[in-house]
Every structure is written in C-alpha cells, then in structure tokens.
C-alpha cells in the first residue's frame, strides 16, 4: 500500500479512497474545534451569540486581544507561567539527564528497580496525594509562591523526563563512550562532552515537553496558589464567571494561553513526535 | 579502601538529584495519604481527637457514602467510554499518519494540536461548541435531525448528553498521544514482514488483522494505560465543563475527592478515598487492557 503508483488495481483505488476518508474525518476533528476558538476570539459581541453561529468575524477585534492580554488579573498569570514552566525545565533535566545516563549506562545493583520506580511516579496522579502536596507547600512556607508550584512540577516533569531520555541515550554507540574512558575521561566528562552533544535533539524534545505539560497544569496550581503565584490555566478559568460567561474575553484569554505552546509543537513537529514514540519503543 | 567505596556510591549521585525531587514531592506525599486514611483528621477543626488511630473506620465512612458509590459509576463510565473511543480514534489516526500521502506533515500537525491544549483551554473550546443557540454541536445534532430545536436544546443540563460532552472532550485531547505511541509502533514493524505477508497472498484487512495488530498490542497496551489513568483521575475537564452536574450526574471520582479534601478538609476519609482511587484505577485499566487485548487477539 505504501506509495502505491501506477494504475491502481480496484481494490489498491479502493483504500486510498478509506485512506482519504480517514485523513478529512479525523484531522476535521483534531483541527476544527481549535480553529473554531480561534475565528470566536476574533468575533465581535453579537455575532457570539449568532444563532446559527457564523464562521468567520465580519470585521474581526483584534483590539480585545490587547485588553485581555494587558488585563490585571490575567497578565500576572502569564508571566508567572513564563518563569514556572522555564524553571521547571531547567531544573528538571538537570536531575533527569544524569539520572537517565546512569540508568542506561551503569551496571549497578537495583537500576532495573530504580528505572521501574521513576516510571511507576507516573502512575500517582496528584489528585491522589493532593491533600498532603498541599500541607507539604504550606509547610515549606511556599504557598501562593511560584516556588510552591515549581517544585511539585519538577517531580512531575521526573518520569517524564526519564521517559524520553533513556531512549535517546541508548541510541548513542557504547563504543565511543568507551573509547574516551580508555583515553582516560571520567564517567561525568564522557556525560558532557560525548552523550551530551548526541543527545541533543532528545534532550531538546524532553524540555519541550516538560515545558508544555508545566505550562498546561490545573490542578496542582489550583491547589497550591491563591493569587499571586496563579498561572495561566487559572487566569484563563477566572474569565468564567459563576453565572454567566463572557466568551469573548475567554477565549481570547484561551487562545493567547495555548497559541504559543501549539505553535511550538507544530514547529518542533518532529523533535516531539520522536521524543514521545521513543519512550514507548523501549517501554 | 576509601575509593572502592566512592566508586561504588559514585553511580548513585547519579540518581540523587532526580530521586530527591520525586522523593519528597510525590513519594512522601503519597505515603502521608495512605497513612492518613487510617486516622481521624478534620485539618479545618482543631480538635483532641485530631491524629487519632481510627483503623478503618474512614473506608467503612467512605463505603457507606452515597455519593462516594455515585462518583465510581460515573468515573467507570466516563473512563471505559473514554478509553473504547480513544483506543478506536488512536488507532485510525496512527494508520493514517504512517501512510504516505501528500499533505502529511500538515496531518501530523494537526494531532498535535489537542495534545498541545491545556485541558482546561480544550474544555472551555468544547463548551462554547456544547452551548445552546450559537453552539456549533447542538447545530449539527440540529441538522443530523437529533435536535428540535438547537436554541433550546442545552446538551449539558441532561445527565446523559453531558456526560458525553466529557467524553468527547476527552478522546480529543488524549486520543493524540495515544496515537503517537501507536505510530511509533507501526514505524517498528519491518516492511519486509508486509511484502512477506503480499507475497503470501494477504489482502490489506488480513495484513491488518495478523501482523500489525498483534505487533502492536505492547504499545496499545502503554498507551491505553495512561490513556485510561489520565480519564480516571483528572479534574479540570469535569470541572471546567459542568462542575459535576447537572445534579451529581458527572461528578467524577477525582472530582468529589477534590471536594472532600477542600470541601469537607477530612484528610482521613480523603485519604480513604485517594488509596481507593489509585488502586481501583490501576487494577480497572489492567483488567480492561487484558480483556481487550484478548479480544483483539482471538477475533
């Protein structure tokens, strides 16, 4: 089936039909509500409420976009979002990176029981420990403190991580690792000047997604912020009102709070496609 | 005698950075939760009785819960119903995405974008498409002739639609990842095995039915697993959507957990609760890979 040329057999026609049918329906389905938040940012007051809805803004207003964006209880937000999701991936591929070497590399006792433990933190999502993550923050002093959010996000980012660089690590030939030991190079150098100029697209594709998932996170941020550490996904939430809800305003808030991360996913397409498959490859 | 020991810690510093982070933010915790269920603890009430050994007495107050048993039916719908459609959508998408055609760079763009989203940003989009009058939804389901009257008709306020609502929600936003997995899966499969089967005299349905999907039962199976451990225990779509409602009628288990904890602040029963939650995830998604594996295997 794989680049069928020529005159097609009926049935060859046949699933490249299937094949065309499959591609509309579920990449209509991926793009379109997106899409469809996008055109309603842009649509002034009453084509909103435009029964039936119309697709595109008359004249779109660009102009709430600038209100939103600048808004004193959303601008903090995005900003506080900046610097969590940007320290929360430094920091975590600087645990991840060696932890994921000596995963790979090492002969040592307990690493298959290490690897299974890191992975195994993937199992416990925060919802079930919540409770105490909370006391945990209160007790180091760092609640409504971007500190108290950045801190359960690196644990987070850990497997994650770990995830996407054992399999990327692995890929780097053993033979120049132990060449350069046999020239005499220690284990962190072999690490820094060896793995970690091969790895690079790994750890690049790593950080993007440890950032993406940092910079999408609810739950945790609900629970541990009040005002002036929340982060985005919170500032985007506060457009709803109890009662009523203003769309215009959240789904600008909406758009300017996922544009850049899906812009970035879309440019870094292959870098992040890799990093997501390779994990599962070696499972 | 001081290096032999060095050498042999030395693989461990290693670890410590990545250990010390898990350790404290998730391991720690998580253990506190255990512990606490068997305790009695109001954390908002300061009383005597606080960090009294109550054995399980807050799993006997959780298992006569009303509430508590209303939330496992929802959560077990909310998750197989998840999991069946995202399996059936992951599926499809990885298929088309391994395919050569023109214009699939865009397609695989495409997937990324709801693994992109914020939940919360993708359930907010959904339920702007979910409202009566100018929601695209209801006037589809108006002109497939499911809906009298999309001005009227409000998806989220009958128990059943909404708790669709969530569900779609969710294969969106989950349904990527999984296929991305599954594509990585269908890239590990060798050509010659196809060529092998051609050769043989297989049509494209039987290639599909003995070689690939039985090669790609490992990654279904990761893939399933955190596809249904996310369904299972996530809030902000539940609670950007419908806050549980109509009535309790999609109030999640996740979601009445949440309240318990910041609600009613009984961190015993909470932690009844979350020790409950995890395990009856865990052993749920086993149990329905297995079984759907199995049937994929034998049919």
């Not at chain 1, 790994?202 to 929340?230: K, M, P």
């Not at chain 2, 029963?269 to 297995?290: C, E, K």
Request: some cysteine; aromatic content about 16%.
């Amino acid at each position: 089936m794989k680049g069928s040329k020529g005159p097609a057999i009926p049935s060859e026609r046949a699933s490249r039909v299937l094949l065309w049918v499959g591609i509309l329906a579920t990449g209509a389905f991926y793009l379109v509500p997106y899409l469809w938040m996008v055109l309603t940012s842009l649509k002034s007051n009453p084509e909103f409420y435009a029964s039936p809805p119309v697709v595109f803004p008359a004249n779109p207003d660009f102009f709430r976009y600038v209100n939103v964006f600048f808004a004193s209880n959303f601008f903090p937000t995005l900003r506080n979002s900046v610097i969590v999701a940007t320290i929360t991936t430094l920091v975590t591929l600087a645990a991840v990176i060696p932890a994921s070497y000596a995963l790979v590399r090492f002969q040592m006792r307990g690493r298959t029981t290490l690897l299974l433990l890191f992975l195994a933190l993937m199992l416990f999502p925060p919802i079930s420990f919540l409770g105490y993550l909370f006391t945990l923050v209160r007790f180091f002093g760092v609640f409504d403190n971007i500190f108290g959010v950045i801190l359960p996000y690196i644990a987070l980012g850990i497997p994650l991580g770990i995830w996407v660089l054992t399999s990327f690590i692995k890929s780097v030939p053993v033979e120049l690792e132990e060449a350069a030991l046999v020239d005499g190079a220690g284990r962190f150098e072999v690490l820094r000047k060896i793995v970690l100029p091969l790895t690079a697209p790994g750890i690049a594709a790593a950080a993007l997604i440890i950032f993406i998932t940092a910079w999408n996170e609810f739950t945790i941020a609900l629970t541990v912020t009040l005002y002036a550490a929340r982060t985005v996904t919170i500032g985007v939430v506060l457009f709803m009102g109890l009662y009523t809800i203003n769309w215009g305003e959240l789904t600008s808030a909406a758009v300017i709070a996922s544009l850049p991360v899906v812009i970035a996913a879309i440019i870094a397409q292959r870098l992040i496609v890799r990093g997501l498959t390779a994990g599962a490859v070696k499972g | 005698m001081a290096k032999a020991r060095y050498e042999r810690v030395y693989p461990y510093l290693y670890f410590f950075p990545a250990l010390f982070f898990a350790a404290i933010f998730v391991l720690f915790p998580a253990l506190q939760t255990v512990y606490a269920s068997f305790f009695y603890l109001r954390v908002n009430v300061p009383s005597p009785q606080n960090y009294m050994f109550v054995g399980f007495e807050n799993y006997r107050i959780l298992f006569s819960d009303q509430r508590f048993y209303n939330s496992i039916m929802n959560s077990l719908i909310y998750t197989l119903s998840s999991v069946f459609g995202i399996f059936l959508l992951s599926l499809i998408t990885a298929l088309v995405a391994n395919e050569s055609f023109r214009g699939r760079t865009i397609y695989r763009a495409c997937i990324l974008i709801p693994w992109a989203v914020a939940n919360v940003v993708a359930s907010q989009q959904w339920k702007y498409l979910y409202q009566p009058g100018f929601g695209l939804v209801n006037w589809l389901l108006y002109w497939l002739g499911l809906v009298s009257d999309p001005n009227t008709y409000n998806l989220l306020t009958h128990p059943t639609a909404a708790m669709l609502g969530l569900i779609i929600t969710n294969v969106w936003k989950s349904a990527p990842f999984v296929a991305l997995i599954l594509l990585g899966g269908l890239q590990s499969i060798p050509d010659d095995f196809y060529e092998a089967a051609k050769v043989d005299g297989a049509g494209p349905w039987r290639r599909f039915r003995s070689l690939t999907l039985p090669l790609l039962v490992p990654y279904i199976n990761i893939g399933l697993l955190f596809a249904g451990l996310v369904a299972g225990t996530v809030i902000d779509i539940v609670y950007v959507i419908t806050q549980g409602g109509p009535g309790n009628a999609t109030e999640v288990m996740p979601l009445y957990l949440y309240r318990v904890y910041f609600w009613s602040w009984d961190f015993g029963v909470a932690g009844a609760f979350s020790t409950f939650m995890v395990v009856f995830s865990i052993l749920t998604m086993i149990l329905l890979i297995r079984s759907l594996v199995k049937y994929l295997l034998k049919a």
